[in-house]
């Protein structure tokens, strides 16, 4: 799809994970073999983050308004569910811990939304920038944390 709710969708996935990756590759304590793959992983991802910017840049311009609202919103929507996308339940359950309590510790968790929110910050910007976050495409953000 070329669209631009695909190109923030691909952004979304794409510049948080990068954020992450990029503080993966140069720690030592990170096995040398994964260090690598994300060093790789990092260098290829930066050509299609460039492209999708400059293509969603120019689609936000030229797309009618109805495209334009239809991408703020469904943007939102993406955002709520890749910030649950991070959190999975079953690891808790796996090292013996309250599903339910950890989960509840998790969604409380000053810390992750920090992360969370600095790991977007760049993206988040860019698209304000652009208009994307306006709006109830704006609140649905909000509500996944990733913006403040």
């Known amino acids: 799809s070329t669209t631009p709710g695909s190109f923030t969708a691909t952004l979304l996935g794409e510049e948080v994970l990068d954020w ?16 690598g793959v994300t060093r790789i992983h990092v260098v290829e991802e930066a050509r299609h983050v460039r492209y999708a910017r400059e293509e969603l840049r ?19 929507e993406f955002a709520r569910v890749f910030s649950k996308a991070f959190i999975n339940p079953e690891v808790y359950t796996n090292v013996g811990l309250d599903k339910r309590e950890a989960l509840a510790q998790v969604q409380a968790s000053g810390h992750r939304k920090e992360i ?11 698209l ?19 913006l403040a």
Do not use: N
Request: charged residues 30%; proline residues 5%.
């Open 20 to 35: 992450m990756q990029r503080l993966t590759f140069p720690d030592e304590r990170v096995q040398p073999l994964i260090r």
């Open 58 to 76: 120019r689609q936000m311009v030229t797309a009618p308004k109805w495209s334009q609202e239809f991408t703020r919103v469904t943007s939102g």
């Open 116 to 126: 969370m929110q600095t790991g977007a910050k760049r993206l988040t910007d860019f």
């Open 128 to 146: 304000d920038d652009i208009g994307v976050l306006r709006g109830a495409g704006r609140r649905l953000w909000r509500s996944s944390g990733l």
